[in-house]
């Protein structure tokens, strides 16, 4: 008997159908060792050694894999092929007590080729890639472990730092501060609706913008009023529309690439709203089950066989003019991309969604249905426009007219994408045209907006922070903490918390949380992976100054407490304002002998239109949401999520909201 371990059980249901009844598959269930939970668990002065133990509840599993490993003539260990899955083999591998007996296969799809390939080329565990996991795993534990019991003794008991997430966190508190910071500045533009005089053709009017004056370059803010802009429009109103030049071209757009993990992440949250650890999780399934290759991967390659089936597969489908006539290859852009992994793309590309379909769930198909489509249409041909631009002189002021028509859809007959269609009319150098009417417009300058689920990704990815297989857990991190919350666009903001955090983290520990540190930090982790550095000596470079620093710190940092003039009702004492894990709240300042607290009320001075008796007050959900409730709760129900302003609805006389995008509604949902 030959034994194959993995660690998923959805996999052995799907690797079995590819080996005889000579092999048994058997799963770790996940990891099987890690570092202990009530303690650090690194020896720090003996080169970081980790005190790995067996995880609590594996005890049946490890027993399991020990009995069948005493029967197998051949143990091969098939984790995943990355660092985690090479890890999860060395540990099972040493929890197993195998010593030299056993061989490492790994594959990038679970297909019955793949498989069988990589059986007839076992090697032994990579102990680069383990001790660059490791060497994650043991940084990831020391700064949290660390810097943890700082945030404890000046902020709040149960609070958290991470080495990586608190970067994440950094990135939503300043974007944050950049919004609150910002002074909208306002300009106007003018567009003019002309159309031809030709009197037997039907009069179908186009845009076109003013762009500039004296054949000089308008500056966007070069109407910054209504006055202005009106000034402008009275003189134009009375100008000749003259064509001065026209432009007409082909343009190509295109197909997007194969996805990897951060796009796949990015392109469900804009299509499903998904969040990325549910994308994650969608994807596993389909890996396990054979339907895709793996999903963590950073690399654009693509294997000669699946773009050869691809253009099979076009040609069939949708004739040879959607075929360019050669593989299409792309680059992939990050340094640290491992080149022998494949991007995310159907395991049998001939397996279309349709066929799909019955063995896949609705989530699961989704997911299939964009994996197969972003695929195919990465062989296919660009997509090809009629681009047209039209110049229009009026005095001494100049108009640009621009307008795009699908000429072949080439990709997008496979993988839509929205896109603006404009058809010009066919004009003439000279031909003057007539003004239907001019329109001034008023604009406002607008902050960078909140970081969603795919454009945290997309920052994450673009400063090098984190890798393919953490910015799922690196998002789930902030949440769980309730250092961050969405608000009703599903866009991040900081908690009242997590900026106390973040804000401490960047004054005191400014290297640990720098974008740039962060990112070489990964660079060097990809060199522990390549052999080209030792694991010991990039944790001491690290280690010795943080050490060093965060000593200081605990003397520098003081206790953050707000004073109040409220007394103790309990003692007599004073009471400060606190933070906990769900925020602030009043506490005797002589705690833990006086042990008072009692939440702060942030009221608004609007009575409750319910009971009448209470008062609106702000509130805070455990998840870190702000909501608006009545103080006599749970007496009395009432409850808002947007901020009421105390005006009442003229039409129905319930209390007036104001929303996240400052414009105000009645607050029942009826009233229209």
């Known amino acids: 008997m030959n034994l194959v371990i993995v660690e998923s059980p959805a996999k052995t249901k799907t690797i079995k159908k590819f080996l005889g009844k000579d092999y048994q598959v058997a799963a770790t269930i996940g990891h099987i060792r890690d570092l202990p939970k009530s303690k650090i668990g690194i020896d720090i002065d003996n080169d970081f050694k980790p005190q790995y133990i067996n995880i609590r509840g594996k005890a049946k599993v490890i027993n399991n894999l020990k009995e069948l490993s005493k029967k197998a003539e051949q143990i091969m260990l098939a984790m995943d092929p990355d660092r985690e899955g090479e890890a999860i083999a060395w540990h099972t591998a040493n929890a197993l007590k195998l010593g030299k007996n056993y061989q490492r296969i790994s594959f990038n799809e679970i297909t019955e080729k793949a498989v069988q390939a990589a059986l007839k080329k076992p090697r032994k565990i990579d102990q680069h890639l383990v001790d660059a996991q490791q060497a994650r795993r043991i940084l990831d534990r020391i700064v949290g472990y660390k810097l943890s019991p700082l945030l404890w003794k000046k902020i709040a008991k149960g609070l958290s730092a991470g080495r990586v997430q608190s970067v994440a966190l950094r990135l939503v508190v300043e974007r944050e501060k950049e919004i609150k910071d910002f002074t909208a500045q306002e300009y106007w533009t003018i567009t003019a609706l002309l159309c031809k005089q030709d009197k037997k053709e039907k009069k179908e009017s186009f845009k076109a913008i003013l762009v500039k004056k004296d054949n000089k370059t308008l500056d966007k803010f070069a109407f910054g009023s209504k006055e202005e802009a009106n000034k402008i429009v009275k003189e134009l109103k009375t100008a000749e529309y003259k064509v001065a030049d026209v432009g007409r071209k082909q343009t190509f757009k295109n197909p997007l690439p194969p996805f990897i993990t951060s796009t796949i992440q990015?392109?469900?949250?804009?299509?499903?709203?998904?969040?990325?650890?549910?994308?994650?999780?969608?994807?596993?399934?389909?890996?396990?089950?054979?339907?895709?290759?793996?999903?963590?991967?950073?690399?654009?390659?693509?294997?000669?066989?699946?773009?050869?089936?691809?253009?099979?597969?076009?040609?069939?489908?949708?004739?040879?003019?959607?075929?360019?006539?050669?593989?299409?290859?792309?680059?992939?852009?990050?340094?640290?991309?491992?080149?022998?992994?494949?991007?995310?793309?159907?395991?049998?590309?001939?397996?279309?969604?349709?066929?799909?379909?019955?063995?896949?769930?609705?989530?699961?198909?989704?997911?299939?249905?964009?994996?197969?489509r972003r695929f195919i249409a990465s062989q296919m041909k660009?997509?090809?426009?009629?681009?047209?631009?039209?110049?229009?002189?009026?005095?001494?002021?100049?108009?640009?007219?621009?307008?795009?028509?699908?000429?072949?859809?080439?990709?997008?007959?496979?993988?839509?994408?929205?896109?603006?269609?404009?058809?010009?009319?066919?004009?003439?150098?000279?031909?003057?045209?007539?003004?239907?009417?001019?329109?001034?417009?008023?604009?406002?300058?607008?902050?960078?907006?909140?970081?969603t689920e795919a454009t945290l990704v997309k920052e994450l990815e673009k400063n090098g922070i984190g890798r393919p297989s953490t910015y799922a857990p690196i998002i789930s991190v902030i949440q769980a903490r309730r250092y961050v919350a969405k608000n009703d666009e599903k866009r991040f903001y900081p908690t009242e918390i997590g900026e106390l955090v973040s804000n401490l983290l960047v004054e005191h520990f400014p290297k640990t949380v720098d974008l740039s540190f962060t990112a070489k930090m990964e660079e060097d982790l990809d060199d522990i992976a390549d052999g080209k550095k030792q694991w010991v000596k990039v944790l001491k470079e690290f280690y010795e100054p943080f050490a060093e620093n965060l000593e200081k710190k605990y003397q520098e940092i003081e206790k953050h407490i707000e004073e109040t003039n409220e007394r103790c009702p309990k003692c007599g004492a004073g009471l400060n304002i606190k933070f906990g894990r769900y925020g602030k709240f009043y506490g005797c300042s002589k705690f833990p002998t006086c042990r008072f607290t009692r939440p702060i009320e942030n009221k608004l001075g609007i009575k409750c239109p319910k009971c009448g008796k209470g008062e609106i007050i702000e509130k805070t959900t455990k998840r870190g949401k702000i909501f608006y409730g009545c103080n006599q709760w749970p007496k009395c129900d009432f409850a808002l999520w947007d901020e009421p302003t105390g005006e009442k609805c003229p039409k129905c006389g319930s209390l007036m909201v104001k929303t996240k995008k400052e414009q105000t509604k009645c607050s029942n949902k009826e009233c229209l």
């Open 266 to 372: 990015q392109e469900a949250w804009q299509r499903f709203h998904w969040p990325a650890r549910f994308t994650m999780g969608v994807a596993q399934g389909l890996y396990e089950q054979g339907f895709i290759t793996y999903h963590r991967t950073d690399s654009l390659n693509l294997s000669q066989e699946s773009v050869k089936k691809a253009k099979e597969i076009i040609i069939k489908n949708f004739g040879n003019d959607y075929y360019p006539g050669t593989a299409t290859r792309y680059k992939t852009k990050a340094k640290s991309a491992q080149e022998a992994h494949e991007a995310i793309r159907p395991a049998y590309p001939e397996k279309d969604p349709d066929t799909a379909a019955s063995s896949l769930d609705g989530q699961g198909l989704k997911l299939y249905d964009l994996i197969w």
């Open 382 to 451: 660009p997509a090809v426009f009629d681009s047209a631009k039209i110049e229009i002189g009026a005095g001494d002021y100049t108009f640009n007219a621009n307008g795009q028509t699908l000429k072949f859809d080439g990709f997008l007959k496979v993988y839509p994408l929205k896109f603006e269609q404009e058809d010009l009319p066919i004009v003439k150098i000279n031909e003057v045209l007539d003004l239907e009417k001019l329109l001034p417009d008023q604009h406002f300058t607008q902050p960078a907006p909140r970081y």
